[in-house]
């Protein structure tokens, strides 16, 4: 069966430093991937999404950027944190191909920036 | 574009009541339709999907969804709601060319809060 992890589950973080997300997708190949951000009552931001490796698409110009290293691997980063980037960021991944739209999501990282 | 529109930021109910969770959507493609789950910091948790099959739709924990292409409607609905059911839902509609091939995203909602009282 599939499984998605993040890590951390939890990160505080002050203004100005650097960021690294970590989420890998067991079980599968060849996923999409996607970053989402869960502002406080504003439902789920898109923030990038990919379909391979080296394939990122950039839903809302931002402080983040993403990365896929590999296959099943999906970075997000920054090289300066802003206040306004705290938030609950989840990954997920799909299975590629014609109307499979189902998204699966990992359990989130809650970033606090002080 | 496909775009979503759940109806009531927040819901309570009794436990032991319906609940009626209200979602409409925007298409010009036939839809793919889903609801998520997520209880307090956690992921979301997929409930059901309608992928043009059956209208009424069942999902996990006693949870069921009517497509209703007349109304452009999807709502969420429990006979009888539980205590384990207060957590915040997710509509969401899959992004389509129009050829029918999938994007592979989907458009989500604002999100319902359900509460259940005792």
């Known amino acids: 069966s599939q499984t998605i992890h993040q890590w951390p589950a939890t990160l505080v973080q002050p203004v100005g430093s650097p960021l690294s997300l970590e989420c890998t997708v067991e079980g599968t190949s060849n996923p999409n991937l996607y970053w989402y951000r869960q502002a406080a009552g504003r439902g789920l931001q898109l923030l990038f999404y990919?379909?391979?490796?080296?394939?990122i698409s950039s839903e809302v110009p931002q402080n983040l950027s993403a990365s896929r290293p590999q296959d099943r691997q999906f970075i997000l980063s920054s090289k300066k944190l802003l206040l306004s980037d705290s938030g609950f960021y989840l990954c997920?991944?799909?299975?590629?191909?014609?109307?499979?739209?189902?998204?699966?999501f990992g359990p989130g990282t809650r970033l606090t920036v002080l | 574009a496909q775009s979503v529109t759940q109806l009531g930021s927040h819901v309570s109910v009794s436990e032991g009541a319906l609940v009626l969770l209200r979602c409409n959507y925007s298409s010009s493609v036939p839809p793919y339709l889903f609801w998520y789950v997520q209880y307090p910091n956690q992921g979301l948790q997929l409930l059901l999907k309608?992928?043009?099959?059956?209208?009424l739709v069942k999902g996990i924990n006693g949870f069921e969804a009517e497509f209703k292409k007349s109304e452009t409607s999807f709502h969420l609905t429990k006979p009888s709601a539980h205590m384990s059911d207060a957590a915040e839902y997710f509509c969401?509609?899959?992004?389509?060319?129009?050829?029918?091939?999938?994007?592979?995203?989907?458009?989500f909602g604002q999100g319902t809060i359900l509460t259940v009282h005792p």
């Open positions: 969401a509609v899959s992004e389509t060319r129009a050829g029918g091939t999938s994007y592979g995203k989907l458009t």
């Open positions: 990919s379909v391979g490796i080296g394939q």
């Open positions: 309608y992928t043009s099959a059956a209208t």
């Open positions: 997920a991944w799909s299975v590629r191909g014609y109307r499979t739209d189902t998204q699966y």
